[in-house]
DNA sequence: CAGTGGTCTAGACCACAGT
DNA sequence: CTGTGGTCTAGACCACTGA
């Protein structure tokens, strides 16, 4: 009998009970995730669902896929990932790695109207802004910039900032993530990304700017995260179907 | 009546005549694509293949779902994405933007042990480099330094480099983009950079090292592209399902 | 050859938006 | 309430892999 908790559709139950197992270990990098068939077994379920967590794990660069061979599991990444966010502390948590953050400011204020614009709030409207810096294994790793709405900031201002996640306690309040979206550039290091990441001013740093909207799409967090490219990378990984070049140019496809 | 043109998926069919109608703007941005059921009706196919194409389209950012509502098309991004490769001669046709592109140095020779290593071929195996500068709108935008394994490399020294995209060249040549793997961080501008991409020595470049395999998995390219920030950079946007975040902690979900 | 994943059908019921 | 997308079933056939 399927266990047929919490309100999570099966897909969803499935892809998490999987990546758990990789996560664990239970199934060993290069070696095999069970079968379609013996999924759908295991949960007894038909192939829709299965196939549906096995994709999105694919996405995710957990498994690899490929047509006749049973799927496998992917060598781990050595970064984060680009194409889904994970907070700070739980990716660290993730990888078993220590952690930790200090916050260095923390401001109440009216915002600016770009601040304004990027909260998607009135110019003039209340906001939090906070600069905390996140370690890894002890090394300065990360300057983190924030801005939240007015409803969250309160939230936060309840908050032990330098204990564990926020993220978690944000979850626990009912504000979560739900859509979001980042930008990737590069960034020389100004006075106070120098100084509280250890490196030289004009030093590059691999910048991430996100924005984070609640499920009804009502964005609740701005952040500008820089990190010390030395401590920290991004990856993706994906497969490209081979029509996906030319719209136009069917082409030879001789394969020699 | 449907064209049932080539030997590709309907999914995948359906997929390319959506994305081509949003890049030919034959849907509006913010504005809705055909629901499921009239995509169903016009292909002839049932919801399966729709579906499948729908949501590789919004794992992509072209198009954005949300229950109850229709499926809307995404306000195209500045930059390129992180999650899907296009070739750069490819992503800037997309974007209407001028580009170009001068080789600086082409270089067959043995391969230096952590060359060979990427490129997963033996030690001192013949190998293909190329220094290649990318240009968008006139401006110096990216330094590109590929390696190509001898069969590939073969191909191209037959090639014009300077001329239009070699992406297009190696598929006609059979040879395509199947498993991509990228890794993106920041790096500061060596004396090559800085001379070509007119920046100072020092100045922050973002880089993405990427490497190519076919369909069968074996690797043909490893590049490292360096761009100017100010000139590009990359996005990605997703939906996060609420339960992701806690696998341990259901959590209160007081929405106020 | 048997087993794998890839694709597709034709239904069904549900959760949610907007009217 | 209707129409939307979200989920799922129980089949089917195909393409590919490896013994």
Redesign the interface.
């Known amino acids: 009998m399927t266990p047929a908790r919490?309100g999570?559709p099966m897909h969803?139950q499935i892809e998490?009970q999987l990546r758990?197992d990789i996560e664990a270990g239970r199934y060993a990098p290069g070696e095999a995730i069970p079968s379609e068939a013996q999924l759908c077994a295991m949960w007894e379920v038909s192939r829709g669902p299965v196939r549906h967590a096995v994709a999105s794990l694919a996405?995710q660069g957990y498994v690899?896929k490929?047509q006749g061979r049973p799927t496998t599991v992917r060598i781990p990444p050595?970064?984060q990932r680009?194409?889904?966010?994970t907070?700070f502390s739980?990716w660290a948590r993730s990888q078993r790695r220590r952690y930790g953050q200090r916050t260095i400011s923390l401001t109440m204020h009216m915002s600016e109207p770009e601040q304004a614009e990027r909260l998607g709030v009135r110019p003039g409207d209340r906001i939090l802004d906070m600069v905390r810096l996140r370690l890894l294994d002890g090394m300065p790793t990360m300057i983190e910039r924030s801005s939240f709405t007015d409803?969250v900031g309160t939230l936060l201002l309840k908050f032990d900032l330098d204990s564990d996640g926020i993220?978690?306690y944000l979850?626990?309040?009912?504000i979560?993530?739900?859509?979001?979206?980042?930008?990737?550039?590069?960034?020389?290091a100004d006075e106070l990304d120098a100084r509280w990441l250890e490196v030289a001013p004009?030093?590059?740093?691999?910048?991430v700017r996100r924005t984070a909207a609640g499920?009804d799409?009502v964005v609740w967090e701005y952040s500008d995260d820089r990190?010390r490219?030395d401590l920290?990378?991004?990856?993706?990984?994906?497969?490209?179907?081979?029509?996906?070049?030319?719209?136009g140019?069917?082409?030879?496809?001789?394969?020699?």
Chains 1, 2 share one sequence.
């Open positions: 919490h999570l969803r998490e758990a996405t690899r490929s050595i970064g680009v194409d889904t966010y907070p739980q409803e993220s978690d979850t626990e309040c009912g979560h993530y739900g859509v979001v979206e980042q930008t990737v550039d590069a960034i020389a004009g030093a590059p740093l691999l910048r499920d799409g990190y490219p920290m990378t991004f990856n993706s990984s994906f497969r490209r179907s081979a029509a996906d070049a030319g719209a140019t069917p082409g030879a496809r001789a394969r020699p």
